[in-house]
């Protein structure tokens, strides 16, 4: 169950840094600061499950 959850975690890891190199040219300064504004007020932890399926979007 260990190598499992370890598995898991380094392709999460790694579709994290793909992510990154793959949205990077759409990241200009200004929507990097508000993207950190955001996850400074920890958006990134609120609960969507309220929200209609069609309104959410799950991360990789």
Known sequence: MVK???RV???RA???RE???RVRH???PKLRGELGFLRGLD???LD???LPAD???EPA
């Open 4 to 6: 499992l959850l370890e």
């Open 9 to 11: 975690a380094a392709a």
């Open 14 to 16: 790694e579709a994290g």
């Open 19 to 21: 992510t990154c190199q």
């Open 26 to 28: 759409l990241l200009t």
């Open 43 to 45: 958006a990134h932890t």
């Open 48 to 50: 969507l499950t309220g």
């Open 55 to 57: 309104r959410r979007q």
